[in-house]
């Protein structure tokens, strides 16, 4: 089993060398990979009705933290449970930053620190707040990093439980159970576009780049990438911060598009439903991440109308609460089931066009392969 | 001295809960390998089986008691045929998410033909009594919780180092392609960690139906998330580190309740897990659990 290279690395050995080249090339894959949304973006603006633009844009927040996501648990292949607990800090700190004077003398006028007489401007705002997330996932991942996988998984979980405990707490500075509202709403469907593109190509960039490589290495064969020399726990660490800035960005988004926020909504149904749109999708890949969140956004729109009691043939059937629940968790397991690589499978949306319009066999030899990759990891 | 010991029995209480759970994940993963993210809906279903069995006329608080048990056993059983045996051979990960995914689903199934508020079930409130031993105030449930953990955990160290299947087991924590090549069926010895953590599950039930008097969906969920946070603790795997780990937990909780000022009670957990957090960045294998470098034999 050690002498054959891990898949990802044999993968990775049929792109080009130089750095410069690989990173257009990521570029180029990453903005190929967010087409599909920008073209159903286009076609929701332009023929759907304002209800659905709106979904759109929540869609959109769920991409940015898919993407985040991916960021971690797809290349270190570490099941994270707690990446909400990031896009919950995001939206917060912009909430508690950027909220006017006038509604902070409602809503919190005892905040501790003076921060009750303190408002920014939003875009201050916001890159204080990624600041702050970037902080926090810096010090968590100080700890993640060393952990080996399920004690990794078990600590992400124990952050966003003390997290959401934290906020639920603290009603000094996070006013608790109840809304925090009167955030100024200065995001729009363009600019969610925007933000979502530039995710999924910093996403790309780096599970092309060299770490992203050498980490995906390290998960499929720890101790043949660490023969190679692969600082691991230095790539988790990473990976980690990346991922959680990713997803402090879609909660930053998601504060400045509703303006009013509360600590259940980044609890437990924000993690399973995010989990699931990846799983669907495919973990390995960025594509995956925007395949699953198209996918089950679509189907769990369906089910929330089945679920609010439809009428069916003049006969108005009865509310079904729980019905999307079972509906995320049967696609958790049925994916992991029959389709643990998802719907996307290994590889990216260009690289199966590529692989589609090339005449070459799709798998090339794996021994020159295991040669290129070593040369390419060093 | 009083609330000293009433605060003491409260830990012991809740430990030898939180080590029943625990155990019952350290069965499962010693074996398969299978981070059981479902096992709280083990508990949840044992306790709706109860439920139902008493909208159909059950009275007696013993059947209850020997039906919660079965139940949990038979269902534990049954997640791993319907469930886990797809993703037997797959990465951690993958039986990780899939039980992940159980878990959800079983608790939304009760949201969907049950109802997400909690349902009364007082058939065993009985059990729920106060002793009163000279100056003492002493929960019954919490002296019954502890020494049915104690006898239980007892049970479970003789079955696994007395009887043929306890041994293949043991051996199959270590090596399961070797027990297999002893002609011992891989279902059978599978089954049988299933069914005792079932049981241990069960057995937890029972204790949470008589303290909370009532049934909700997600009554499992965080207590198997402390059971983990538990088995963390420990050294992921190694049972004895569940049990002591549970107990750990279980005097961490008690005593920054003590320690914490009413205001901050909501913090509580908040506290419990920095504390975890922080004890995982000195030992990050847990207290007894064994440090693996990269490389090293499986033994």
Same mark, same amino acid.
């Given at each position: 089993m050690a002498t054959e290279a891990p898949a990802a690395v044999r993968q990775q050995a049929r792109t080009p060398s130089g750095s410069g080249r690989s990173l257009a090339r990521a570029t180029l894959g990453g903005i190929v990979i967010a087409l599909p949304v920008l073209v159903l973006a286009a076609v929701i603006l332009w023929f759907a009705p304002t209800y659905y633009v709106r979904l759109a844009t929540v869609a959109l927040v769920n991409l940015i933290i898919v993407v985040g996501l991916q960021t971690f648990m797809g290349n270190s292949n570490t099941a994270h449970l707690g990446h909400s607990a990031f896009v919950a800090i995001g939206a917060y700190a912009v909430a508690i930053l950027a909220t006017p004077l006038n509604m902070k003398k409602l809503s919190i006028p005892d905040a501790p620190f003076g921060l009750s007489h303190v408002v920014l401007d939003p875009v201050v705002a916001g890159a204080v707040a990624l600041l702050v997330v970037g902080v926090l996932a810096a010090v968590t991942g100080r700890i993640i990093a060393r952990l080996s996988g399920i004690a990794a998984t078990i600590v992400s979980l124990a952050f966003l439980i003390v997290t959401h405990s934290t906020i639920l707490n603290w009603t000094d500075l996070f006013k608790g159970n109840q809304g925090f509202f009167g955030i100024p709403r200065v995001v729009d469907i363009y600019w969610m576009l925007a933000f979502a593109t530039l995710s999924i190509v910093a996403a790309r960039i780096f599970k092309d780049s060299k770490y992203g490589l050498q980490l995906r290495a390290s998960a499929q064969s720890p101790q043949a990438a660490a023969a190679f020399g692969v600082n691991a726990k230095g790539l988790r660490f990473g990976a980690w911060i990346l991922s959680g800035l990713i997803c402090g960005l879609a909660g930053i988004l998601y504060a400045y598009f509703v303006g009013t926020i509360s600590p259940r909504v980044f609890?437990?149904?924000?993690?399973?439903?995010?989990?699931?749109?990846?799983?669907?999708?495919?973990?390995?890949?960025?594509?995956?991440?925007?395949?699953?969140?198209?996918?089950? &956004?679509?189907?769990?729109?369906?089910?929330?109308?089945?679920? &609010?009691?439809?009428?069916?043939?003049?006969?108005?059937?009865?509310?079904?609460?729980?019905? &999307?629940?079972?509906?995320?968790?049967?696609?958790i397991v049925l994916s992991m089931a029959f389709r643990p690589d998802g719907i996307a499978g290994r590889y990216e949306l260009d690289e199966q066009i590529a692989r589609l319009f090339s005449r070459r066999p799709p798998a090339s030899d794996p021994s020159t392969a295991t040669v290129e990759a070593s040369r390419e990891l060093l | 001295m009083d609330y000293f010991l009433q605060q003491l029995l409260n830990a012991l209480a809740f430990g030898a809960e939180y080590s029943l759970v625990a155990l019952g994940l350290a069965v499962v993963?010693?074996?398969?390998?299978?981070?059981?993210?479902?096992?709280?809906?083990?508990?949840?279903?044992?306790?709706?089986?109860?439920?139902?069995?008493?909208?159909?006329?059950?009275?007696?608080?013993?059947?209850a008691i020997l039906l919660a048990v079965v139940a949990a056993g038979v269902v534990a059983i049954a997640f791993e045929r319907v469930a886990f045996r797809p993703v037997r051979n797959a990465p951690v990960t993958t039986g990780l998410l899939t039980a992940f995914g159980v878990s959800i689903v079983v608790q939304n199934l009760f949201v969907l033909f049950v109802s997400p508020k909690p349902q009364a079930v007082s058939?065993?409130?009985?059990?729920?009594?106060?002793?009163?031993?000279?100056?003492?105030?002493?929960?019954?449930?919490?002296?019954?919780?502890?020494?049915?953990?104690?006898?239980?955990?007892?049970?479970?160290?003789?079955?696994?180092?007395?009887?043929?299947?306890?041994?293949?087991?043991?051996?199959?924590?270590?090596?399961?392609?070797?027990?297999?090549?002893?002609?011992?069926?891989?279902?059978?010895?599978?089954?049988?960690?299933?069914?005792?953590?079932?049981?241990?599950?069960?057995?937890?039930?029972?204790?949470?139906?008589?303290?909370?008097?009532?049934?909700?969906?997600?009554?499992?969920?965080?207590?198997?998330?402390?059971?983990?946070?538990?088995?963390?603790?420990?050294?992921?795997?190694?049972?004895?580190?569940?049990?002591?780990?549970?107990?750990?937990?279980?005097?961490?909780?008690?005593?920054?309740?003590?320690?914490?000022?009413?205001?901050?009670?909501?913090l509580r957990d908040t506290f419990t897990y920095l504390l975890i957090i922080a004890l995982l960045v000195y030992r990050p294998e847990g207290l007894l659990g064994r440090k693996v470098e990269l490389g090293d034999k499986e033994i």
């Open positions: 609890y437990f149904h924000q993690v399973m439903m995010t989990l699931a749109m990846l799983i669907l999708g495919g973990m390995g890949t960025v594509t995956g991440a925007v395949t699953g969140v198209i996918a089950l &956004s679509v189907l769990l729109e369906f089910i929330r109308g089945i679920e &609010s009691g439809v009428t069916v043939a003049g006969i108005q059937l009865p509310q079904v609460l729980g019905l &999307s629940g079972v509906a995320l968790g049967a696609v | 993963f010693s074996i398969m390998g299978l981070v059981n993210f479902a096992h709280g809906e083990i508990i949840a279903v044992s306790a709706y089986t109860v439920l139902f069995a008493v909208a159909l006329g059950l009275q007696s608080p013993l059947l058939i065993l409130n009985g059990i729920n009594q106060i002793w009163f031993v000279g100056p003492l105030a002493i929960s019954a449930l919490q002296v019954m919780e502890l020494v049915v953990a104690a006898v239980t955990i007892v049970a479970l160290v003789l079955f696994l180092n007395k009887s043929t299947l306890g041994l293949a087991m043991r051996a199959a924590s270590r090596d399961f392609a070797t027990v297999r090549l002893m002609g011992v069926k891989a279902n059978r010895v599978i089954a049988a960690a299933f069914a005792i953590s079932g049981t241990l599950a069960g057995i937890a039930a029972v204790f949470i139906i008589a303290r909370r008097g009532s049934v909700t969906p997600d009554m499992g969920f965080s207590l198997v998330l402390k059971a983990f946070v538990a088995c963390v603790i420990g050294g992921f795997g190694s049972l004895a580190g569940a049990a002591a780990g549970g107990m750990l937990l279980g005097f961490i909780e008690v005593g920054l309740l003590v320690a914490l000022p009413q205001e901050y009670g909501g």
